[in-house]
């Protein structure tokens, strides 16, 4: 029988300490706000299941972090910032229990200029955007839970997404501007990372600091036309959306060519995909129509083109691209799950091609087309038919032995996850600085040796 986790000793004492931040120890409510979508992964799944924080703690400025941090430090309670948990790694689940701490109420927007804007971590992305498109600009990335996620969550647990065809990842050099931080020590303080130094907070899962303001260059808001165009194979949408990529007078924002039966279970969109057919889902800018459309030729039949919108009543395309791919065929089949793959530049379609054959009844082929490190690639989130664990992990290996970078999703720590397998260096020695006691987020940075309590 497994014991049930006991509530830190001292966690009377530090909710006393918060004096009016909000507090929930409502153990359903905090064991749910615990979770995020490491589900996906059975490996995950079965680790962290019954996984929670003892108590939530919700502040709303950056004073009121301050203060969370100073008790936790005190009685040395571990804390682990979250904002929408739509991560998939369980990113935003405690391990030792402790502090939940939901950044959600961080939305202020302090400024907009000059092409950037600093906000709150806490902020919903969808919701930013709505903000800035009367300035006619937009972020220039967002993951497929845009209309959940936070701009904070994003940067602490994300690396990529719809706009990555042409911006990269957020570790591209210019993505993220600067982080403010709050130390998590008896006396803690903030420090304002610019530049290169901001990565240090950049998919880190928290554990670098506490993430109270951002800056983010921002975008032309362009006007969005999103489609579906059907191809006859997956190689087919895969060598258009690999043309597509290339095409740099062509403004876009997201190209994923996704094989059949994937499409089948695309709900609301299913009667634009074609029985057995493969499809590419696109967003290009309304002004650049013609020239894809003169690109395309007779290759493949548009099903499907509208206005792109994050208003409800109707799912965005993007919502059936990147993680998204996975979750609607989760729906209706919890018998598979996904990788992370990255393709080599300079044969991405063999390779891809490769992959597919090597794997004709496990793996069923999703890839978005992406700028990384100044080439034009394909990033992957194939969804793979699991059967066991040392099957799931033979198969990465041979990715890997035919030159596909994995990142491997079915692990919960930094090092792991990591397509190098291993934590930044940097990372390493500023969580030593803001977190030397090693209470944000522990167990997720498995290279990070705490300080001895005095």
């Not at 950049?202 to 006007?223: D, H, K, Q, S, V």
Request: aromatic share 6%; net charge neutral.
């Amino acid at each position: 029988m497994t014991a049930i986790p006991q509530p830190h000793p001292k966690l009377g004492a530090l909710i006393d300490a918060l004096g009016d931040v909000p507090v929930v120890t409502e153990a359903a409510t905090v064991r749910k706000r615990s979770r995020d979508f490491f589900w996906y992964s059975p490996i995950l799944n079965a680790q962290l299941h019954g996984k929670s924080a003892d108590v939530l703690v919700s502040p709303r400025t950056e004073a009121e972090v301050m203060r969370v941090a100073a008790a936790c430090a005190r009685f040395g309670v571990p804390i682990t910032p979250r904002g929408a948990a739509t991560g998939n790694y369980g990113q935003a689940v405690p391990l030792h229990g402790g502090v939940l701490l939901d950044l959600s109420g961080l939305t202020e927007v302090e400024w907009v200029r000059g092409g950037v804007v600093r906000c709150g971590p806490g902020l919903v992305m969808s919701e930013l955007d709505a903000m800035l498109a009367p300035q006619g600009l937009e972020q220039r990335l967002h993951p497929s839970t845009k209309r959940r996620a936070t701009v904070g969550g994003f940067v602490a647990g994300g690396s990529g997404g719809i706009g990555s065809i042409t911006y990269g990842g957020l570790r591209e050099p210019g993505n993220i501007r600067a982080a403010r931080i709050v130390t998590v020590e008896p006396e803690p303080h903030a420090i304002e990372l610019r530049g290169d130094a901001a990565q240090k907070v950049n998919r880190a899962y928290g554990t670098t600091g506490i993430i109270t303001a951002l800056e983010m260059p921002l975008a032309p808001a362009w006007p969005w036309v999103e489609m579906i165009v059907a191809f006859d194979t997956f190689a087919g949408a895969m060598a258009f959306g690999h043309a597509a990529a290339l095409a740099d007078g062509i403004v876009k924002k997201l190209i994923a060519p996704i094989a059949w039966p994937l499409p089948s279970f695309f709900a609301e969109v299913r009667p634009f995909c074609p029985e057995g057919r493969a499809v590419l889902i696109v967003m290009v800018a309304e002004a650049s129509v013609e020239s894809f459309k003169a690109l395309l030729g007779g290759d493949g039949d548009i099903t499907l083109e509208r206005p792109a919108s994050d208003a409800p009543g109707q799912t965005p395309l993007y919502e059936y691209t990147w993680n998204h791919t996975t979750l609607q065929m989760l729906k209706a089949d919890r018998g598979v799950t996904y990788l992370q793959c990255l393709f080599p530049h300079d044969r991405v379609l063999e390779s891809v091609g490769e992959m597919c054959a090597m794997f004709p009844e496990e793996l069923l082929g999703h890839c978005e087309f992406i700028r990384f490190g100044g080439r034009v690639t394909a990033s992957a989130l194939p969804v793979i038919r699991f059967s066991t664990p040392e099957r799931l992990d033979a198969i990465m290996a041979l990715h890997e032995a035919h030159g596909v970078m994995i990142a491997n999703p079915h692990v919960m720590t930094l090092e792991d996850g990591s397509r190098h397998k291993r934590a930044d260096a940097d990372q390493i020695g500023f969580k030593r600085e803001v977190d030397p006691m090693g209470l944000l987020n522990p167990g997720k940075m498995r290279s990070f040796v705490p300080a001895p309590r005095a």
